[in-house]
């Protein structure tokens, strides 16, 4: 089954940024989709970004314009570039690869945004 690890996550103030990094234990290319998710507390789990896998993207309302979805030439890579950092995106942020036999999650990674 894939592996799925997440990385960049931390403490930042408002207006900062970071990028998360999400490696998986083999290739992309045949994927699906690659997405990532966050959950808040008290919250639901809820899409962030995502990049099929003929590249397009697609973003949630709240994060357009300031967040970045990209894939690496070596195929087993994700990054979620996140700029002008707001407090509301406070939250566990989530991998997901979606492929033709399912789902697989990382283990979360911790965004901090306060000041």
């Known amino acids: 089954q894939e592996q799925l690890v997440e990385s960049g996550g931390g403490l930042v103030q408002p207006g900062e940024s970071l990028r998360l990094s999400c490696a998986a234990s083999t290739s992309i290319f045949a994927a699906k989709a690659m997405a990532w998710y966050r959950q808040a507390p008290g919250k639901q789990r809820e899409m962030v970004a995502s990049?099929?896998?003929?590249?397009?993207?697609n973003y949630a309302d709240s994060v357009k314009g300031r967040f970045t979805i990209s894939r690496d030439k070596t195929g087993n890579r994700v990054y979620l570039q996140m700029n002008s950092l707001k407090p509301e995106d406070t939250a566990v942020y989530y991998c997901?690869?979606?492929?033709?036999?399912?789902?697989?999650w990382g283990q979360g990674t911790q965004v901090t945004v306060s000041s």
């Open positions: 990049i099929a896998g003929g590249g397009i993207t």
């Open positions: 997901k690869e979606t492929t033709a036999w399912g789902d697989s």
